[in-house]
T-cell receptor, first 120, second 112 residues
Framework: GAVVSQHPSWVICKSGTSVKIECRSLDFQATTMFWYRQFPKQSLMLMATSNEGSKATYEQGVEKDKFLINHASLTLSTLTVTSAHPEDSSFYIC????????????????FGPGTRLTVL | GESVGLHLPTLSVQEGDNSIINCAYSNSASDYFIWYKQESGKGPQFIIDIRSNMDKRQGQRVTVLLNKTVKHLSLQIAATQPGDSAVYFCAENIRSAQKLVFGQGTRLTINP
């Protein structure tokens, strides 16, 4: 259980084009999904927090008009990199936090396999 | 031995030896800590977690130690195997923001 998928697993695009990456929770509902970016030999950096049915919360320094996030259902969030440039080339990873009826601070997240974006 | 590269520290150990990977965290308000394993080209894989009201937790072949006084976390892997080769990240949960902040990571390599 608790499987998160991403599609595509890798994509190569030309500079100036837009790319959409999907993140799906396959066997659970996720009210919150997270998008991370990871450059080679570096750690994961949180880009934004996506809540189903509401606007995403972006981390400082992340351009919300460039990285469009949509969380239309409890099992799907999408990240669109608009007008991609070579410096956007990176490994994009999503995670999903299961919906829990009880409150509390537990922030369990299940991670997807990542999407390798290469912008030429 | 342990070395610090341009971005990612590396720990090399002999197969069968125990590995100790260290992590310093920054936020005193973090209530929960997790260790992840990441293999090349893949997403992070959960290893073990620990709540801030604990100082030790054991799993299968792994132990996590938490020292809140010095804001230090460690992951001990017993009898290291070739399949343990990966990059290991610690993460702290910022309770107020409900988000994870990842440490820089350590690459573990196994010598035969």
């Amino acid at each position: 259980g608790a499987v998160v998928s991403q599609h595509p697993s890798w994509v190569i695009c030309k500079s100036g084009t837009s790319v959409k990456i999907e993140c799906r929770s396959l066997d659970f509902q996720a009210t919150t999904m997270f998008w991370y970016r990871q450059f080679p030999k570096q750690s994961l950096m949180l880009m934004a927090t996506s809540n189903e049915g509401s606007k995403a919360t972006y981390e400082q320094g992340v351009e919300k008009d460039k990285f469009l996030i949509n969380h239309a259902s409890l099992t799907l969030s999408t990240l669109t990199v608009t007008s991609a440039h070579p410096e956007d080339s990176s490994f994009y990873i999503c995670s999903a936090r299961p919906f829990r009826l009880a409150g509390g601070s537990y922030n369990e997240q299940f991670f997807g396999p990542g999407t390798r974006l290469t912008v030429l | 031995g342990e070395s610090v590269g341009l971005h990612l520290p590396t720990l090399s150990v002999q197969e069968g030896d125990n590995s100790i990977i260290n992590c310093a965290y920054s936020n005193s308000a973090s209530d929960y800590f997790i260790w992840y394993k990441q293999e090349s080209g893949k997403g992070p894989q959960f290893i073990i977690d620990i709540r801030s009201n604990m100082d030790k937790r054991q799993g299968q072949r792994v132990t996590v130690l938490l020292n809140k006084t010095v804001k230090h976390l460690s992951l001990q892997i017993a009898a290291t195997q070739p399949g343990d080769s990966a990059v290991y990240f610690c993460a702290e949960n910022i309770r107020s923001a409900q988000k994870l902040v990842f440490g820089q990571g350590t690459r573990l390599t196994i010598n035969p």
